[in-house]
């Protein structure tokens, strides 16, 4: 069919989460992975899901629905099937689901696809890896089933997929110019819209969050370019170009020069929109404006949205009113939440609380602010009543910050404390541990639950949890472990653990979001200003020390992953947020180290994800995210060993930053990437311990000893003996006891053969 003039939508979401309100596709996935339900059985419960949000966006007044934002495992996996680009390695597993979840998790024999976060967020997405050889090829099947299904339900259908220079940016290149190959993937994407204008699709949504970055103009040219070329198909939907986590700067008027029908900015911060009025091309196109913010859980200010909204109304041909980003980020609903603070649950919106954020506003824009009058008059009640909460400025904590002075985030030269630390442990060269969390049995989830409600008392609590740590010393000294860590049964996870027990946080019951693949996380609510209530590890990282002459290590998480890994007040800085935590994480490294732990690590496997994405915003960030992960863990003396663990990003970005936190001992994620961190490590004469992760604990895989003996002899071309470590690349929580005896088992051999 030929293009015709369209009709402008109103109101959308840009999309979706997938592993349902009560994470139904995440044990339907691993039900498939443990055999007990077949494909068949996976992809009705799948369907199931799918309907079920076309039905609520439908009934919540949405005239577009995005459709192909839902993903087995990660969208973009999706996109190197969409696009014939898996590598070859899982070519010859003949089921497409199979073939998939290899790519996502690898297998006994297939190593999985490389992991890194999605931009600045906790998402977690697979890193497409492209080769000279990699022949790329349209596979739309997935997506046209998905499309098919919604439009047979009457759904105003809005296809969604990763745009071509978001998904070369993002893959992993070894010719180091990945933009090469766009001129072999825009005839793919015009053959895509194509199929999508045969079967009526109005819309179709490309996503190029990779605008929001630094682009040189080479790469902006390149954007003008496939986008010239894609909306110059004579049959094809409209097409909508999604930029989201930033505004496009340079990229916008390019974009916008060119024939495409609509651009999606995330409008979240509602500040400065004079870049955006100064783009005459708007003029001729939709706006959709991401007013709604899509990745934190607060109320919006529907006023401020709204002024927001009418600057725009004069830039754009039509205008729709949208999330900033897909709802990926957020929990499904408050609905679920039955014991939070009311106060609090007044000034907070989830996923379906943003959905009716968006239908007001468009409703407003439509029919003028007096159509949504009562519900303007509650959030104004509501952010009223959230400044003057009490709980948001505690006077203690800030006289406690404004006495620190420099002193309070320095420690002796890192040569003088190697010395006193070396005579105080007296470890073997290579030492071998782990990074903290062990498997969450059944046994622990168990009591976990039994406790929670009421069915055991607080005495056989903790009598289960000391029997599964007894447990965890004992197979470590068994397998002859260097430095034993008590394996965190009582952690739920390694952030809400501590959110628990400090002031200024609130817990949810069902707050699921997905970090990647089945993994899912309830991030806490940080509202208010943080105070420790008492001490948080001490009792159960002194029993496991008791237990044994060799050293344990006390595991806390950083300020900045608590930051990162929790939705955050936004009334404050983030730096003052980060100090406050900080502070709090101190009070317990020195309560660790007055019980006799002479060892704790402090992880920051989020420090590179809340990197800015503009590099003029770097610097300011990395400052203080030092500052504040310094301020935790110089309050114990020289001689107490201070690790750190990062995991899972691009960390040549933060190099500097590493080796400006001054941890005694850095572990860090390596097995996917073969040790390549390492050399960014040099590069930047990096000359403190340091632990490159020799296996992966994301796949099934059981490393052998000869693979991981290959992997240390490796690092040591890069890292001296007497400064390496060995450990995995992260924590065991999610892997099962047998195979996680069987690799360190082997990890142990490793180490011995290399000494």
């Known amino acids: 069919m030929t293009v015709s003039p369209h ?8 999309g979706l989460p997938r592993v349902g309100p009560n994470r139904e596709l995440k044990r339907a996935t691993e039900s498939y992975w443990a055999g007990r339900i077949d494909a068949e059985r996976l992809h009705g419960i799948a369907r199931d899901l799918r309907r079920a949000q076309f039905a609520e966006l439908l009934a919540a007044g949405m005239d577009s629905v ?3 934002t839902f993903s087995y495992y990660d969208q973009v996996l999706d996109t190197a099937v969409l696009l014939g680009a898996l590598p070859p390695r899982v070519a010859g597993i003949t089921d497409p689901l199979d073939r998939y979840f290899a790519a996502a998790r690898g297998t006994d024999t297939v190593e999985p696809l490389e992991m890194t976060k999605w931009f600045d967020t906790n998402y977690h997405y697979l890193v497409p890896e492209i080769t000279a050889e990699t022949t790329f090829a349209l596979h739309p099947e997935q997506l046209l089933e998905q499309v098919d299904e919604a439009l047979a339900l009457g759904v105003p259908a809005r296809p969604v997929v990763i ?14 110019a990945p933009l090469r190959r766009l001129p072999e993937l825009v005839p793919l994407y015009r053959d895509l819209l194509s199929r999508l204008a045969a079967k009526g699709v109005a819309w179709i949504q490309i996503d190029e969050p990779v605008l929001v970055t630094d682009l040189t103009e080479s790469e902006i040219d390149a954007v003008r370019e496939v986008y010239t070329d894609l909306s110059a198909a004579t049959e094809r939907p409209a097409l909508l170009v999604a930029t989201y986590f930033g505004r496009p700067g340079a990229a916008l008027p390019a974009l916008a020069g060119t024939a495409i029908d609509g651009i999606a900015l995330d409008i979240s911060d509602a500040d400065d929109l004079s870049e955006v009025a100064g783009v005459p091309a708007l003029a001729r196109k939709l706006l959709v404006a991401g007013v709604v913010d899509g990745r934190n859980v607060w109320r919006a200010d529907l006023d401020r949205a709204l002024a927001a909204l009418g600057t725009l109304l004069g830039c754009a041909a039509a205008l729709a009113v949208s999330t900033s980003c897909s709802l990926l980020h957020v929990p499904y609903t408050l609905d679920a939440e039955k ?8 000034w907070l919106a989830f996923g379906s609380e943003k959905v009716h954020e968006v239908r007001l506003l468009a409703t407003a824009l439509a029919a003028g602010p007096d159509a949504i009058a009562d519900e303007l008059a509650a959030v104004r009640a509501a952010a009223t009543a959230r400044r003057t909460d009490p709980r948001l400025s505690d006077r203690r904590v800030r006289a406690r910050l404004s006495a620190l002075d420099a002193d309070a985030v320095r420690r002796a030269p890192a040569d003088e404390r190697r010395v006193l630390q070396s005579e105080r442990l007296r470890l073997p060269a290579l030492p071998t541990t782990t990074i903290g969390s062990y498997p969450q049995t059944s046994a622990i989830r168990l009591a976990r639950a039994a406790s929670r409600k009421g069915e055991i008392d607080e005495a056989e609590y903790l009598r289960r949890m000391r029997a599964e740590i007894a447990e965890v010393i004992a197979l470590q000294e068994r397998l002859g472990l260097d430095v034993l860590v008590h394996g965190e049964p009582e952690r739920n996870d390694m952030v809400q653990y501590f959110a ?28 208010g200003d943080v105070a420790r209530r008492a001490p948080m590890t001490v009792d159960w990282i002194g029993y496991a020390q ?6 344990v290590k006390g595991m806390l998480t950083g300020p900045v992953t608590i930051l990162a890994w929790s939705f955050v007040r936004d009334d404050q800085p983030l730096s003052d947020s980060a100090d406050q935590v900080a502070l709090a994480i101190r009070d317990e490294t020195v309560d660790l180290q007055s019980a006799g732990i002479g060892i704790i690590q402090v992880d920051e496997p989020a420090l590179r994800e809340l990197l800015p994405l503009r590099t003029a915003d770097q610097p300011a960030y990395l400052a203080w995210s030092v500052r504040a992960f310094r301020l935790a863990t110089s309050g114990v003396s020289d001689t107490t060993q201070i690790h750190t663990h ?33 050399d960014d490590l040099n590069a930047a004469g990096f000359a403190l311990g340091v632990g490159p992760g020799v296996y992966d604990i994301h796949s099934p895989r059981v490393p052998s000893t000869e693979e991981i003996t290959a992997s240390l002899r490796a690092a040591l071309k890069a890292v001296p003996a007497e400064r390496l470590w060995v450990n995995p690349d992260c924590g065991l929580k999610t892997r099962g006891p047998v195979e996680v005896e069987q690799s360190l088992r082997n990890m142990v051999a490793a180490a011995d053969a290399v000494r």
């Open 646 to 678: 990062l995991c899972y990003s691009k960390f040549g970005e933060v190099i500097d930053a590493i080796a400006g936190l001054d941890a005694d001992v850095t572990s860090i994620e390596a097995a996917r990437s073969h040790m390549e961190v390492l």
């Open 546 to 551: 008791s237990l044994t002459d060799k050293p």
């Open 7 to 14: 009709t402008p939508f109103t109101a959308t979401v840009l």
């Open 66 to 68: 995005p459709v192909g």
């Open 339 to 346: 014991e939070l603070d009311a106060e609090l649950r007044s």
């Open 163 to 176: 745009g071509p220079v978001t998904f070369l940016k993002s893959a992993k290149d070894a010719s180091g």
């Open 500 to 527: 628990e027990q400090l002031d200024g946080f609130a817990a949810t019951e069902a707050g699921w979001v997905q970090s990647y693949g089945t993994r899912c996380v309830r991030p806490p609510i940080l509202y």
